[in-house]
């Protein structure tokens, strides 16, 4: 591992390295100077230091991987109680994508019980391979085995890249399998592309939304990446599949766990704005709580939900389950009709799948004319009102946008 070094010697404790670190990771502890766990090996405090004292030591080489032995994208469909769950298809279409780029097959590790009729599913989407895992112990997640059943298969396939959905299992599979492979992961992508040597470029949210942080692999393969649901489109049927199923043979002792399901009560289903077609959003310019009232009434005429920034959570206004953006949820409606939000990075990025974004501020220069398709400047108190009535008169959606 590198780490940083200092010659004592040279060293006259003038202090310029502490206060060029911006990590608070260089201190001066008695007679010398000591690095914390800040440390972020960022080398502004050898910059900073007037007589040369400091320098990284750079670790041996790492263990590098023969990247031509690894060929391929491996896509986990995530099922539950036998049904595949749709981030699988949206792994599936940017799983093509990076295929068709490289010109690699596309695989998918399905897992489960009696569970074959999905995996002829799955081949309708234009996969080359389902690796199906059929069996009675596999019928609910369980993390031992399909960690150890994923593990063993791409120790035999050896993918190039695995994506998984950023999801409550996909996030607990993903670190456990990246661990046995010794590899990298990076969680909660919301974009990912491919260079010609093959690396993945995974991006993400980082300090809180404000940068969007591009992270390769290069020196371990696979590349593993978990991917938020909504980001990326689905897949679509394929007039001719031409994939092939291939029955994997269990070995039970990767089959033992821990963990016994007792039973399974499902959960009960609530409408969500993940799922919605058409989205009502309101931001910190609606003033005052009860301008959702106003935004729920467009809403329900307009057969959508209502969606808001975080702020008005963060207020008290609105429950989280309606927060859209990075640190809330991602959405993908037909129609994102955003009222009195100024269009921050962390909220665009999590509705600019959007098929079409009406936005209305009073800021001509807000950042959300950028991202929207449409745009109105003026009082939301006015014109959504005006929206509502055209609405109730019989007006049709595009006639009333029209007019506004």
């Not at 230091?49 to 590098?64: D, F, I, K, M, Q």
Request: hydrophobic residues 40%; aromatic residues 6%.
């Amino acid at each position: 591992m590198s780490r940083m070094q200092v010659d004592h010697d040279l060293c006259t404790l003038c202090g310029q390295c502490v206060e060029a670190c911006p990590f608070d990771g260089v201190e001066i502890r008695g007679q010398a100077i000591e690095f914390t766990d800040s440390c972020r090996l960022c080398r502004l405090c050898i910059k900073a230091c007037p007589v040369g004292a400091l320098w990284l030591e750079e670790s041996e080489a790492v263990g590098t991987v023969d990247k031509a032995e690894y060929q391929g994208v491996l896509v986990f469909a995530e099922q539950r109680q036998g049904q595949i769950q749709p981030v699988t298809y949206e792994l599936i279409g940017k799983g093509l994508e990076l295929a068709r780029q490289l010109d690699e097959p596309v695989a998918v590790f399905l897992a489960g019980n009696n569970i074959k009729p999905q995996a002829e599913r799955l081949l309708q989407y234009g996969v080359d391979r389902v690796y199906l895992y059929d069996h009675p112990k596999l019928e609910h997640f369980r993390i031992e085995p399909y960690t150890a059943l994923m593990v063993e298969l791409v120790g035999e396939i050896k993918p190039n890249i695995i994506l998984m959905g950023a999801t409550s299992v996909g996030r607990s599979l993903a670190p456990r399998v990246a661990a046995r492979l010794r590899t990298g992961l990076t969680a909660d992508c919301t974009s990912l592309s491919v260079k010609a040597n093959g690396d993945l470029v995974q991006t993400r949210p980082a300090f809180g939304g404000n940068v969007m942080a591009q992270i390769i692999t290069p020196r371990h393969r696979p590349q593993m990446a978990t991917v938020r649901y909504k980001v990326m489109p689905a897949a679509s049927k394929v007039a001719k599949p031409h994939g092939k199923i291939v029955h994997c043979q269990i070995d039970e002792k990767l089959l033992q766990s821990g963990i016994e399901v007792l039973g399974f009560r499902p959960h009960h289903m609530v409408d969500s704005i993940t799922d919605a077609d058409i989205i009502v959003a309101g931001g910190r310019g609606i003033g005052r709580p009860e301008g959702l009232e106003l935004l729920g009434e467009l809403a329900d005429l307009l057969g959508g939900m209502v969606g808001v920034t975080r702020p008005l959570v963060e207020q008290g206004w609105a429950s989280y389950t309606q927060q859209v953006g990075m640190s809330g949820r991602t959405v993908r409606p037909r129609l994102y009709v955003a009222c009195g939000i100024s269009g921050a990075i962390q909220h665009v990025a999590g509705m600019r799948g959007s098929d079409v974004i009406f936005a209305i501020n009073t800021d001509p220069n807000a950042a959300i004319f950028d991202a929207a398709h449409y745009g109105l400047v003026g009082d939301l108190y006015e014109i959504v009102p005006n929206l509502i009535q055209r609405l109730k008169e019989g007006g049709s959606l595009d006639a009333v946008f029209q007019a506004g």
